[in-house]
């Protein structure tokens, strides 16, 4: 396949670059930077500069590249997606990741380009009340990165329809970890993710922490994740870009572990190798206490079965940041 991907030099984009040219294809990368960089892209993949708000830039792009081969898919991983920042600037938001995800299919249905795998959220689930999400469940968002996510999928599914193409949707539980080979990792100076930060306080790169949160209706108090490595996650855009490349079809597929752990079990995995230092503060805007994914119709569908471990997760994460952040 030749894949364009959107996004691809942030944190999950350049994990999908790397699994997508393990498996030999062709990967055309427009990222604008604003939060990845340029040494997260894998060297057989070409980068482009483009932003994906406009217009102008991705039909230049796809003029230049489809010229030489139509891209079988597109892949997106360009969206803004910290919680509580969308709370505070939602109309920053709604134009990164709604109107971005519009001038995108504009694009692509100009080009006919009929393949789109798009990276979606559990947070379109909202406030959930039961152990397990299934993609069958009604969405009701309950913060502004959400709700975007949200009237992305709807808007995908619209114009699916209208010019007969096709998407997979997957919706993300937490990501974390870092490739093996530990040139690519989640590096970002203002981290948001749980295992990162607390990792980094154990590595004492950060004095402390603080656990937003010990009065969720959960047993030790904390918000309840489902937590997925990054490149079993990037592996599954692979098979999903494939599948609905052979097969002509759409899916809405969950992407998880199938399995909570609280922020106080990550913490006392992470105390494995080093003490965490760490105060509870309030619950943030717009966290629900419970998110656990059922990725029963992803292994059924595209026979695919997260092969990494919460421990594994947090190890990759500790030696990714020993050999990128820690002083020589």
Known sequence: MKVCVIGGAGYIGSHAVY?????????????????????????????????????????????????????????????????????????????NNVEGVRVMLETM???????????????????????????????APINPYGETKLASEKMIQWVCKAYDMNYCIFRYF??????????IGLKRDNLTHIIPITVQTALGIRPSMIVFGNDYPTEDGTCIRDYIHVADLAYAHVLGAKYICDNHVSLTLNLGSNNGFSVLDVI?????????????????????????????????ILGWIPRRSLADIIKTDIEFRKKHELKK
Not at 109 to 127: C, E, L, P
Not at 290 to 296: D, R
């Open 19 to 95: 699994e997508l040219i393990r498996a030999k294809h062709e990967v055309v990368v427009i990222d604008n930077l604003s939060t990845g960089t340029k040494d997260a892209v894998h060297e057989k993949a070409k980068l482009y500069l483009g932003d994906i708000t406009k217009k102008e830039e991705l039909h230049e792009i796809f003029a230049i590249e489809c010229a030489k081969k139509p891209f079988d898919a597109v892949m997106h991983f360009a969206a803004k997606i910290v919680v509580p920042e969308s709370v505070e600037k939602p109309l920053e938001y709604y134009h």
């Open 109 to 139: 249905r100009d080009f006919k380009i009929k393949n789109i795998v798009f990276s979606s959220t559990a947070a379109v689930y909202g406030d959930v009340k039961k152990d397990l999400c299934l993609e069958e469940d009604p969405c």
């Open 174 to 183: 937490n990501v974390a970890g870092a490739d093996e080979s530990l040139e």
């Open 268 to 300: 006392k995995e992470v105390e494995k190798y080093h003490p965490v230092k760490y105060t509870f503060g309030p619950g943030r805007a717009g966290d629900p206490a419970k998110l656990i994914a059922s990725s029963t119709k992803a292994k059924e």
